[in-house]
């Protein structure tokens, strides 16, 4: 094991590297170049024996990865915003068709206008594609996600996407341990397919399918992301095993007996764990939860942690107009039907187009929730007035 | 096989995803296909700019793989006279070479003079079944390259020629140092050997008459080229004391002019005049070239203007001799006078005009007409002549039955590739007709991209009775597919004597590169219209119905749906399209 400054982008590589990644083709788009270089500099200097394909679009990345998948290499990509856009429908696809492909998505807002800074609305508008969708909080979890996500995936056969912010983790280089290879082998064994596209037995594969046929194959697909959620945990709990490093479907900081519980998800949630931090100096009962997986989400796991609180807040890096935040809508959903759905849920919109979120527009956000009478209506933080 | 049936009753039934038993071979897609793609050999611009018919993608690919003695086969299949035109020829498929819209076009003549150097045989030419006479009047390389055609189909060739030795224009009108005697004694001898009887010594119109050859031979081919040299029309010129331009050259051959001292004049801008010019120098005299016009409008080659400048040949445009000046029968000088341009005159060059006052004397010690050579219309009487020469049709017939003519003598371009070219087609065409064949139907089968030059290998095809193997169509530049070119790359360096040589020598100005040089330069070539294996097609075709086995591909019309990414991403312009007839209803 070595510790090697990297920046998140590198850190993505490193993790596909250390995860033999057999095929991978990608197509440059800012703030995820950097992932792209490194993973071609890994192929070009033979660390990584994969073969790199150069793409006209992401629309052909996705298609050329699954066709990789299907034969059973192990196959990794890397996108952003309108790329990730461009994928839309091959996401479909590559669901549909059960290739564990993983993916890192590096957040960054949808044009127009134009902005290559961080937010989650490109990788929340996939969110019905049946991926598994993770966000990673900095470097560190990145690489190991992308580790993580590969044993997910493969398990459960349905594909991957790992996001990190743009920006905040992809250009901010910091310590990351770098695996040793045989340890990440014997946690990750070599992809075995049940089903393996084989030009000496040729079968069609994903062929027309009629209604009387079709809805058994969908719900197939639900209940593998149903059983993703105990896969992830396993997974999770292996690594930690080997590795001495958890992350959890959620990662709840100081809710033990936290009247106030605010819910962030990737880069924010750092700036968050240090406000926590200072309140709990002085003696405030509040703390802060992650969520990590937005599919497939960790409902009881949800319901649990924000047991304790009386009031909570998200903070949403994202917004469906006309709605709100989507983790917003997520942990609310999650909550109807029990005793906790009466709590008040305030829903903050935070740093949509790569605006910064403070400490200082956190304490706003504490003091709103705690107010007597916190907005239905979801808050734009920090919004021109 | 037993059939299969998949049953879906519980959900425990299913698969993880959908596959099927069968493939998707059953579905042939190719029916739906509008444009069907083809692998089709089209016209690269070299080849469709030889006046010779000479293959010349055909034998630089052939040099690019190494394979010199394809190379030199294909070669001399086509032109007789290779190694001749791989020093003279004024290179139009250069000119042509789509490279030189890339960067800088193939030294196809430098490849084609290594080819030339190879000791080859050529496969035998289908023999005539009954073989014909025919006189051949005139050895130049018109006269030279009919009477091997015939000789090598079988028929018995009488060559005359008016001089004791072989190659009329080659030999005496080419001074060395751009093509060697040995080089052409070489090619002479070379043709030949496919049994030629020759009657030397003998002219056309002194010793022998059109008639007495039209009764002794089946047919009488006229390549007396035209070696008469125009007058420059000064006073003074008419008593001999200006020297014709080819007699000058004829007589430095003959050693009949060993050496000279002091200025030499050489009127006219024609490549006769750059010839004299630089003939003169290297005697030791001082070369002046006078032209009436501007460099621009010169006729010469621009290489040789070069060259001759770079040697040390003064060239003075825009001046015209108005008077001899002599002591005696000895030339002292010219008067000169300067000339502007004027508009354009009927053949579109500016014609010069003389500026009054502005004359000078310039002192000379000999006087070179060179401004053009007319054709001698004495030797054959009752002909049919135009102003530049006899007149033939598209076959090479004059108006007198079973006689025909190519060469100088006839109004075509004053090149060796062409009368090489006009000779070869008079040639293919009166055997076809010997054989009872049309002319006129094996003209359009064995032409040359439409144009005047015609293919022997197209006429072993037509004789063997198989169908054309490939289309005429020239590929344009932008029917090439410049995404997938290597990297610019320069053009080859040819081997040359320093220019300072040109005063004591005759030695051969532009030497001849070594094969591996040649080779490498080969394979610069684009391959316009010739597939060359690049798998383009078979890697880009997105219904994998492209095979490819040992070099040739194949089209599986049963999947081709007709998307021509094919045709696309061919760089070589070498997969062409059809609209499916079946859309016709």
């Not at chain 2, 090598?152 to 224009?169: I, N, P, Q």
Request: glycine letters at 8%.
């Amino acid at each position: 094991m070595e510790r090697l400054i990297l920046s998140g982008n590198h850190a993505a590589a490193y993790g596909a590297w250390l995860s033999d990644v057999q095929v991978t083709a990608a197509y440059p788009i800012s703030p995820q170049t950097g992932i792209v270089e490194k993973l071609a500099e890994l192929v070009a200097t033979g660390r990584l024996k994969a073969r790199f394909i150069n793409s006209e679009s992401e629309h052909s990345v996705m298609a050329s990865l699954i066709a990789a998948s299907e034969t059973g290499a192990r196959t990794f990509t890397a996108t952003s915003s309108q790329g990730l856009a461009l994928m839309h429908e091959l996401l479909h696809w590559a669901a549909g068709a059960r290739v564990p492909i993983v993916m890192v998505n590096v957040n960054r807002a949808m044009a127009a206008p134009w902005t290559m800074f961080c937010d989650q609305s490109d990788s929340v508008a996939q969110r019905d594609t049946g991926w598994i969708h993770l966000y990673c909080e900095d470097n560190q979890e990145v690489l190991d996600s992308v580790i993580q996500g590969f044993r997910l995936a493969e398990q459960v056969l349905l594909p991957v996407m790992i996001n990190m912010d743009g920006f905040y983790i992809s250009y901010t280089a910091e310590p990351v341990e770098i695996h040793d290879l045989e340890t990440v082998r014997r946690y990750l064994p070599p992809y075995r397919p049940p089903v393996r596209l084989d030009p000496a037995d040729p079968h069609t594969l994903h062929g027309g399918t009629d209604p009387t046929m079709f809805m058994e194959m969908r719900y197939q697909m639900a209940q593998a992301m149903d059983r993703a959620l105990t896969v992830a945990e396993q997974a999770d709990t292996d690594f930690a095993a080997l590795f001495g490093r958890r992350y959890g479907l959620l990662d709840p900081y100081r809710c033990d007996d936290a009247e106030l519980i605010l819910i962030a998800t990737g880069s924010v949630m750092g700036t968050l764990r240090e406000v926590i931090d200072d309140h709990r100096a002085r003696g405030e009962a509040i703390g802060a939860l992650k969520i990590r997986y937005l599919r497939p989400f960790p409902t009881d796991a949800l319901r649990r942690a924000l047991a304790p609180a009386r009031k909570v807040a998200v903070i949403d890096r994202n917004v469906s107009i006309g709605m709100g935040g989507v983790f917003w809508q997520e942990v609310r959903s999650a909550l109807h039907g029990t005793e906790a759905a009466s709590k008040p849920v305030l829903g903050v919109l935070a740093g949509i187009g790569g605006r910064d979120v403070t400490p200082r527009s956190l304490e706003t956000v504490i003091d709103l929730a705690r107010s007597d009478d916190p907005p239905e209506r979801p808050f734009w933080l920090d919004l021109k007035r | 096989m037993a059939e299969q049936q998949i049953v879906l009753r519980r959900l425990s039934d299913y698969p993880y995803k959908s596959i099927a038993l069968g493939t998707t071979r059953a579905n042939l897609t190719g029916r739906w296909r509008y444009w069907r793609p083809y692998y089709q050999t089209r016209r690269a611009p070299c080849d469709a700019h030889c006046p010779v018919g000479s293959p010349a993608i055909g034998f630089v690919q052939a040099a690019s793989d190494g394979n010199w003695e394809r190379a030199a086969t294909m070669l001399r299949e086509e032109n007789p006279l290779a190694a001749v035109t791989a020093r003279v020829c004024y290179r139009p498929c250069e000119a042509a070479c789509h490279r030189r819209q890339y960067d800088a076009p193939i030294a196809i003549q430098a490849v084609e003079r290594v080819a030339a150097d190879q000791t080859v045989e050529v496969p035998a030419f289908p023999a005539a079944d009954r073989p014909r006479s025919v006189a051949v009047v005139g050895s130049g390389p018109a006269g030279l390259t009919f009477a091997y055609y015939m000789a090598a189909f079988g028929h018995r060739v009488s060559l005359f020629e008016a001089r004791r030795d072989l190659g009329g224009l080659l030999r005496y009108g080419i001074p060395p140092y751009r093509l060697p005697k040995v080089v052409l004694d070489r090619e002479v001898e070379r043709l030949l050997a496919a049994g030629i009887q020759i009657r030397s010594d003998c002219r056309l119109g002194r010793d022998v008459s059109l008639e007495e050859l039209e009764a002794q031979y089946e047919a009488v081919f006229l390549a007396p080229g035209a070696s008469r040299s125009l007058a420059i029309r000064v006073p003074g010129e008419d008593t001999g004391a200006v020297t014709p331009g080819l007699e000058f050259l004829r007589r430095v051959h003959e050693g009949g002019i060993r050496g000279l001292k002091g200025r030499v004049a050489v009127v006219g801008g024609g490549n006769t005049a750059i010839d004299a010019a630089r003939t003169a120098l290297r005697l030791g005299a001082d070369a002046v070239i006078l032209y009436r016009r501007s460099r621009n409008e010169m006729p010469a080659h621009v290489d040789e203007i070069d060259r001759a400048e770079a040697e040390g040949v003064q060239v003075e445009t825009l001046v015209a001799p108005v008077e001899l000046q002599r002591r005696g029968r000895t030339v002292t000088g010219l008067v000169i006078r300067r000339n502007e341009l004027g508009a354009p005159g009927p053949d579109g060059r500016p014609v010069p005009v003389p500026l009054p006052g502005t004359e000078e004397t310039w002192p000379f010690d000999l006087v070179i007409s060179a401004i053009g050579e007319a054709v001698d219309a004495d030797v054959a009487p009752g002909l049919t002549w135009g102003s530049a020469g006899l007149v033939v049709d598209e076959w090479g017939r004059t108006g007198r039955a079973e006689v025909w003519a190519a060469g100088d003598v006839v109004d075509m371009p004053r090149t060796v590739a062409d009368a090489i070219g006009r000779a070869k087609r008079a040639a293919l065409l009166l055997d076809a007709r010997w054989r009872g064949l049309d002319p006129a139907v094996m003209l359009s089968r064995i032409q040359v991209a439409g144009g005047p030059a015609v293919s022997m290998a197209k006429y072993r095809e037509a004789l063997a009775g198989q169908p054309s193997s490939r289309a005429e169509d020239v590929v344009a530049y932008d029917q090439l597919n410049a995404e997938f070119f290597e990297p610019a790359a320069p053009r080859v360096a040819l081997p040359q004597l320093p220019p300072g040589d040109g005063r004591h020598s005759f030695r051969e100005v532009v030497g001849t590169l070594s094969a591996e040089a040649a080779a490498s330069e080969a394979a610069r070539c684009l391959s316009c219209g010739h597939c060359n294996g690049c798998d383009n097609c078979w890697i880009y075709c997105p219904d994998l119905c492209v095979s490819r086995e040992s070099g040739h591909y194949h089209i599986d019309y049963d999947y081709c749906k007709g998307c021509t990414l094919c045709v696309a991403v061919c760089p070589r312009g070498a997969i062409s399209t059809t609209e499916e007839r079946k859309w016709r209803g």
